[in-house]
């Protein structure tokens, strides 16, 4: 990967909002947010979006919900009664991910708080049951942070269709770049001293398994990799294996 200007340690979060393993990885991306030397990028790849949009059903539940309890008995992270009991029986209800990534680069471009938002996004779904594919859920998240609502309205409507869309593009182009299988994947890049061209950035997929239920332990290996990658650059280390993206996640549709 070749690139201009970028800092020495990026982490790379590919996701999607309605992505159940995200939300699952949510405390990781809090964590490396206060990692000294960690720059996150952040993703949004469409897993629902445009003919893989989907409605609720019985068989939507059925399929979702035993993911949703090894989450939480994997991380700790909450599910509330009103998406078990209320979102996920409320049959019809659109899941989207096209109008609530558009929020998220709303969020960004009005504040710099797309992550912020996007932790919004997840409680409001997963804990408070409520439809974040409805514009006027995302308008009220969006004061919920904070955000001058006219501001975040007129870049929700202008960053909707056509850039929202050149976002997922490129989004998807990063998971393969990355050799990811589907959401989340994480990826770090980083500059190597052996790149075959000057200015080649190495990008390597991290396997979140081992870390899953573990946000302190996460934040000190990103530590550690902060440390080996700045060895590295200056030619008297390696960095630590990071193996391929191995813990289930949301695959996109038509793979495993």
């Not at 996701?15 to 206060?34: E, H, I, M, Q, T």
């Not at 209800?93 to 929020?103: F, I, N, Q, Y």
């Not at 990355?178 to 994947?185: K, L, N, S, V, W």
Request: charged share 15%; with cysteine; hydrophobic share 40%.
């Amino acid at each position: 990967m070749t690139t201009t200007a970028q800092p020495p340690f990026v982490l790379h979060y590919i996701f999607d909002p309605l992505c159940g393993w995200c939300y699952a990885a949510a405390p990781l991306v809090k964590a490396a947010r206060s990692v000294p030397g960690v720059t996150l990028q952040w993703h949004g790849g469409g897993m629902l979006t445009g003919a893989h949009t989907r409605t609720i059903t019985a068989d939507w539940r059925g399929h979702v919900m035993p993911h949703d309890q090894r989450i939480a008995e994997m991380t700790g992270q909450p599910f509330g009664t009103a998406y078990f009991d209320g979102l996920l029986n409320d049959l019809g209800a659109v899941l989207d991910s096209e109008p609530p990534t558009t929020a998220l680069l709303a969020a960004e471009e009005v504040s710099g708080r797309g992550l912020d938002m996007l932790a919004r996004q997840q409680q409001a779904h997963y804990v408070e049951g409520r439809r974040i594919s409805d514009p006027a859920v995302l308008q009220e998240l969006a004061r919920d942070l904070g955000l001058d609502g006219q501001a975040f309205a007129q870049a929700f409507q202008r960053l909707s269709g056509a850039a929202t869309q050149a976002h997922i593009t490129q989004a998807r182009e990063w998971l393969e770049l990355a050799q990811g299988q589907g959401f989340p994947t994480f990826a770090l890049e980083f500059d190597h001293p052996e790149a075959e061209q000057p200015g080649q950035r190495a990008v390597q997929r991290i396997d979140i398994g081992p870390w899953l239920g573990d946000a302190d332990g996460w934040a000190v290996q990103l530590g550690e990799w902060v440390e080996q990658v700045s060895a590295l650059q200056g030619g008297s280390a390696a960095p630590a294996d990071a193996p391929g993206c191995d813990a289930d996640g949301c695959a996109l549709p038509g793979q495993g």
